[in-house]
């Protein structure tokens, strides 16, 4: 089993539409989880840290749920530039924090 | 901002050519990484450096070496390049926050092409 896993998809929604992704991950010791966006050809960019109690920002939210091990990032009222590949990533704490990036999940707004 | 730079952005090297890929971090980082990307199978960890003179081996460490003789230079070097090593090359630098997140800025990028 992969340390984390994310639908590649693509996504593709309208503008306005609200759109979830999720992401599952294996180890139980993990601590950290991060939603990075990547635009084409472009570097990773962090998007917004998951804690425990759930965090929104803007048109964002990231939650998280230990005991099915997945976090999600649901965005509201899509924009074309919202467009990216969206990376969900983990810690892995008994490796020296060392953080594992899933494959991504590739997001397509349209007008 | 913390900024992460990588000098090279596009390299084509021929199979058994030894590339440099440089990067520099301006924020006094300690942690600094080279991951590579490919379609389908996301950042792999290739080598990290805790501090300098430091490093250690990531998941994928074979066919690359790596050298931290600077607290801001981290550089991955690929001593005898193979055409499997075409792939985007991927420098990070992390912050350790106070409540203990783990946040990497990236470099731009190195797109390297071996032919």
């Known amino acids: 089993r992969k340390e984390v896993e994310q639908d590649p998809g693509p996504f593709n929604v309208p503008e306005g539409a609200t759109v979830a992704f999720n992401c599952t991950y294996s180890n139980s010791a993990s601590q950290s989880f991060f939603w990075y966006r990547q635009d084409c050809r472009k570097e990773p960019k962090l998007l917004m840290s998951v804690y425990s109690s759930g965090n929104e920002d803007g048109r964002f939210t990231a939650q998280l749920n230990r005991a099915s091990q997945y976090i999600s990032l649901l965005i509201r009222d899509s924009k074309l530039s919202d467009s990216a590949t969206y990376l969900c990533v983990v810690n892995l704490p008994e490796y020296g924090n060392k953080l594992v990036f899933g494959a991504g999940t590739i997001l397509r707004v349209k007008s | 901002d913390v900024k992460v730079t990588q000098s090279s952005r596009y390299l084509v090297k021929r199979t058994g050519e030894k590339v440099f890929l440089e990067c520099v971090q301006d924020m006094d980082h300690e942690n600094m990484f080279w991951y590579r990307q490919d379609p389908g199978l996301g950042l792999r960890l290739i080598y990290f450096s805790y501090d300098v003179k430091m490093k250690e081996k990531g998941d994928i460490p074979e066919g690359y070496s790596v050298s931290r003789e600077k607290k801001e230079r981290f550089s991955l070097i690929l001593e005898s390049a193979s055409t499997n090593q075409t792939s985007m090359y991927l420098c990070?630098?992390?912050?350790?926050?106070?409540?203990?997140?783990?946040?990497?800025?990236f470099g731009a990028g190195s797109r390297l092409t071996v032919l």
């Open positions: 990070a630098s992390r912050e350790v926050t106070g409540h203990g997140a783990n946040v990497l800025t």
